[in-house]
């Protein structure tokens, strides 16, 4: 039994769709005006997932290639302090001030794109959101007030997205929580204040197959936190038991795969998504995938592990990404267990 495969949900951009794909980006064309180059884009990203041979693909996130800063353009009860620049990288992160209720009319863009890729393509079967606070993170309040106001929005917010999704007959839905995963290794946040940031959001789903996924920001292909460690994020992901079906952990910073070990100590209720193939390096070769999914299956059962890349690989260079992909399937071929 080989072990399975999946990924984290952003692709690189199709090279041939990348003009029309920007006018979208620009805000020059509607969702219903870019349909069928979203669907085309999303058509070429996952073959390419399928070509590598994965078990479970995505819809690649073309309809949002910079992660979550597409989101709070599309919200009402914020006004612009900073628009997002990327070619600044970490230092173009967009700022928005928060001045009344926080709102999506027209949706963050997940479920329909959930709608338009699982149209073209039955095998896809999983979704994904950024969380109430990763998505809220370049959010700034008047002075005298707290987060709690817009987080609560923010809350309401991704439910209804995975509400949709789910009554679109979605199968697993993936919350994107880099915010939780840097505020617990920073000890800025608490388990206990975190906790429902993440089982509000996920409650439309729990007849479904609920995932977070944890890692520590990836910006211009640089981590949000030069802190890196497994042990810090343990206490809160055993809290999650019975709130969260799987869990996909990036374990390719050193400090992070020194305590791979800690993995064990998760609840036999969940399956473990290993992020083990980075991103933000040159593709790991195939012995030292290998080499790490054998050491793994000494610390979780072989029928609780995944494997994965580290983070999405939409921000790779193209041909790079679908080496990494290859590279990790091909280890997880090799390494076969009873």
Avoid at 134 to 139: L, Q, R, S
Avoid at 182 to 190: A, D
Avoid at 221 to 239: A, D, M, Y
Wanted: glycine fraction near 8%; aromatic fraction near 4%.
């Amino acid at each position: 039994m080989p072990i399975r495969t999946t990924v984290v949900g952003s692709w690189p951009i199709p090279f041939g769709q990348r003009l029309e794909l920007k006018r979208y980006y620009a805000g020059e064309l509607s969702d219903e005006e870019a349909n069928d180059v979203l669907q085309t884009a999303a058509r070429i990203a996952m073959d390419e997932q399928i070509a590598c041979g994965l078990d479970q693909i995505m819809g690649g996130e073309v309809f949002a290639p910079d992660f979550l800063h597409h989101i709070p353009p599309r919200l009402d009860g914020l006004q612009t302090l900073a628009p997002r620049i990327t070619s600044r990288g970490q230092q173009g992160v967009g700022r928005y001030q928060v001045a009344g209720t926080v709102t999506a009319p027209r949706g963050t863009g997940h479920a329909k794109a959930w709608r338009r890729e699982h149209a073209i393509e039955p095998r896809l079967d999983k979704a994904s959101v950024p969380s109430p606070l990763t998505i809220g993170g370049g959010f700034v309040v008047a002075e005298g007030s707290d987060e709690s106001a817009h987080l609560s929005d923010l809350i309401e917010v991704v439910q209804e997205e995975i509400a949709d999704m789910v009554g679109q007959g979605v199968k697993e839905i993936q919350l994107d929580a880099p915010g939780e995963a840097i505020g617990l290794v920073s000890e800025s946040r608490s388990a206990d204040s975190l906790y429902p940031l993440v089982a509000e959001p996920l409650a439309p789903a729990s007849e479904i197959i609920r995932t977070i996924h944890f890692c520590l920001g990836d910006i211009a292909r640089k981590p949000s936190i030069e802190v890196q460690n497994l042990r810090s994020l343990i206490p809160f992901i055993q809290k999650l038991e019975g709130v969260v079906d799987r869990v996909h952990v990036e374990c390719s910073y050193s400090g992070q795969w020194e305590e791979h070990a800690l993995l064990a100590e998760l609840p036999e209720s969940m399956e473990v998504i290993a992020g083990i193939a980075d991103v933000k390096s040159k593709p790991a070769p195939v012995t030292e995938l290998r080499k790490k999914i054998e050491q793994l299956v000494e610390v979780i059962p072989p029928e609780r592990l995944l494997v994965s890349t580290s983070c999405g690989v939409g921000r790779v260079p193209h041909d790079e990404a679908i080496r990494l992909m290859r590279n990790l399937v091909k280890a997880a071929h090799v390494v076969q267990v009873a």
